[in-house]
């Protein structure tokens, strides 16, 4: 910049050292050509654009008639102004609040989206819990920018949501029916846990009696064992062999009895749902003879059910998820056979 001012101003003090050797009459001429130019040029640019050289240059003539400047008294003033104002203003010593990091934003986000109800404080407390220092209204603004309501606004009062929530204390019980070779009807008396899908085969046999079936809840507490205080309610139908002393065993352990309501068996849909994969994977296919042949093919089969095949709404994981073995470059694929290859399963074998 300061040898751009040079540069004009040396170059306007030749200009006036020329003009004085010039005559009266080329000055004149010059003049009504630079005026028409001016006229011309003020037509088409409202306001033009100055360097600071220029400023400079035309705040030095201001002593000539005002006439001949495009620019009015009030500008040059405020020129002046300004000059003292970047003279007298020192620099910042540093460039403000540093960014954001990405990270800390992505967690952010993630955070409100996976905790509906957590308003941008309790969001800013867990962050640095995690060791993240920022600030309240950093992380109010960061949700306000990606356009994430209010933690009312963001409460999700769905039933889904509600149920999901409540999965990791319901127990749902039922039974089906399954006929041998010989037409002979054996009953099957199962329990699900809802929120990791486990299943338990309580008992099979061809008379379900009242006694038999609270035998069989007590067997459930005892293999549960530590983790029956976890489960709140068992689901149930209205089926007459669930009587008050099967009741009677669940509500000893702190457990509450729901009954579903009448011929709605959408009410106990993890439970139904099992019944039909259990039939279309494994019953349907095979011929049973007998209450000892049924007990070893469910036994089998619930073993594959809880300890190997995908379910959905676990992420594509069994409900008793093993360790993974990540492939290599030298592991195979080995095939189980489960039921006499009526089921099979596959794991990386070194």
């Known amino acids: 910049m300061v040898w751009s001012l040079l540069y004009a101003l040396t170059r306007n003090?030749?200009?006036?050292?020329?003009?004085?050797?010039?005559?009266?009459?080329?000055?004149?001429?010059?003049?009504?050509?630079?005026r028409h130019q001016v006229a011309v040029l003020r037509r088409q640019v409202h306001r033009p654009t100055l360097e600071p050289a220029d400023r400079v240059i035309l705040a030095a003539l201001s002593r000539a008639r005002w006439g001949s400047f495009f620019v009015t008294p009030t500008t040059v003033l405020r020129?002046?102004?300004e000059l003292l104002a970047?003279?007298?203003?020192?620099?910042?010593?540093?460039?403000?609040?540093?960014?954001?990091?990405?990270?800390?934003?992505?967690?952010i986000l993630r955070l409100a989206r996976e905790n509906p109800t957590w308003g941008h404080r309790r969001i800013q407390g867990e962050l640095i819990g995690l060791g993240y220092s920022v600030g309240v209204a950093t992380v109010w603004r960061i949700l306000h920018r990606a356009g994430v309501d209010p933690a009312p606004r963001r409460a999700d009062a769905s039933w889904r949501t509600f149920l999901r929530a409540q999965a990791s204390g319901l127990l749902a019980c039922d039974s089906f029916t399954v006929d041998t070779v010989f037409l002979q009807r054996i009953h099957v008396f199962f329990v699900v846990e809802h929120a990791t899908r486990h299943v338990h085969v309580l008992g099979i046999t061809k008379h379900p009696t009242t006694a038999w079936v609270t035998?069989?809840?007590?067997?459930?507490l005892m293999n549960l064992e530590e983790r029956s205080h976890r489960f709140r309610f068992l689901l149930r139908d209205r089926d007459t062999k669930f009587t008050a002393s099967f009741d009677a065993v669940f509500t000893g352990a702190g457990i509450d009895v729901v009954r579903t309501p009448p011929q709605a068996p959408q009410a106990n849909a993890i439970a139904e749902r099992?019944?039909?994969?259990?039939?279309?994977?494994?019953?349907?296919?095979?011929?049973?003879?007998?209450?000892?042949?049924?007990?070893?093919?469910?036994?089998s089969y619930a073993e594959h059910f809880n300890t190997h095949r995908p379910h959905r709404?676990?992420?594509?994981?069994?409900?008793?998820?093993?360790?993974?073995?990540?492939?290599?470059s030298e592991s195979?694929?080995?095939?189980?056979r489960i039921l006499g290859g009526l089921i099979s399963e596959y794991r990386n074998a070194a």
Do not use: F
């Open 13 to 34: 003090a030749l200009g006036l050292m020329l003009l004085r050797m010039r005559g009266d009459t080329a000055k004149e001429v010059e003049l009504l050509v630079l």
């Open 79 to 81: 020129w002046h102004r």
């Open 86 to 107: 970047r003279k007298w203003t020192y620099p910042r010593k540093s460039s403000g609040r540093p960014p954001v990091h990405r990270e800390i934003r992505e967690l």
């Open 215 to 220: 035998q069989q809840a007590r067997n459930l």
């Open 274 to 299: 099992w019944v039909g994969t259990v039939r279309r994977e494994c019953t349907d296919s095979l011929l049973i003879v007998s209450e000892r042949h049924l007990t070893s093919v469910l036994d």
């Open 313 to 328: 709404s676990l992420g594509q994981h069994p409900p008793d998820s093993p360790p993974v073995v990540a492939p290599t």
């Open 332 to 336: 195979t694929i080995r095939r189980t």
